[in-house]
């Protein structure tokens, strides 16, 4: 018994040498509906917004912290050129008074989505905000995945979502 224990311990003294990482922590949204890998060094928040099924908070810039939140919507008549073209004509329909910076198309867990880039409209006594919106429609429920952060960490701390997009699986 003892024996097992020190070869145990020796084990996992050589794969943390070795630099092998822990697997990394998945999570779902409150509806079951996607899991997705947690991002290092950021949390899950649990006092959730009424529309909000998932929002992970990470590092505060400038008393502005960067998170990434999934809200859902009912999509019953809505396709992704009729979103395209409502965003195109109206851009506030992401975000009042934002800015679209970029657009373009990608893959959300395999289904086909929208991806836009936007600087949020100027808040009083706020630094500036950019955020990042993926809108992919499933089942007749519009996913918008988005990540926010100060304008001047929005690319350093890009890559937690960037985890969070490309670990996304649908579990429903």
Request: aromatic share 6%; hydrophobic share 45%; charged share 20%.
């Amino acid at each position: 018994m003892t024996r097992a224990i020190v070869l145990a311990c020796a084990l996992a003294f050589v794969l943390q040498c070795a630099g092998i990482a822990a697997a990394p922590v998945r999570i779902k949204d409150s509806t079951g509906a996607i899991s997705v890998e947690l991002p290092k060094g950021w949390s899950v928040e649990n006092n959730l917004a009424d529309c909000q099924k998932l929002n992970i908070v990470g590092l505060s810039h400038g008393g502005l912290y960067s998170n990434i939140s999934l809200v859902t919507r009912n999509a019953e008549k809505l396709t992704l050129p009729v979103v395209a073209k409502g965003v195109e004509k109206n851009p506030s329909v992401l975000d009042r008074g934002c800015r679209i910076v970029s657009s373009g198309k990608t893959k959300l867990g395999g289904v086909d989505a929208l991806v836009y880039v936007c600087d949020s409209a100027p808040a009083p006594k706020m630094p500036p905000s950019r955020f990042e919106v993926v809108i992919a429609i499933r089942n007749k429920i519009a996913y918008l995945l988005t990540y926010s952060a100060h304008k001047d960490f929005f690319k350093a701390d890009r890559g937690a979502f960037e985890t969070v997009t490309k670990s996304l699986k649908w579990l429903q």
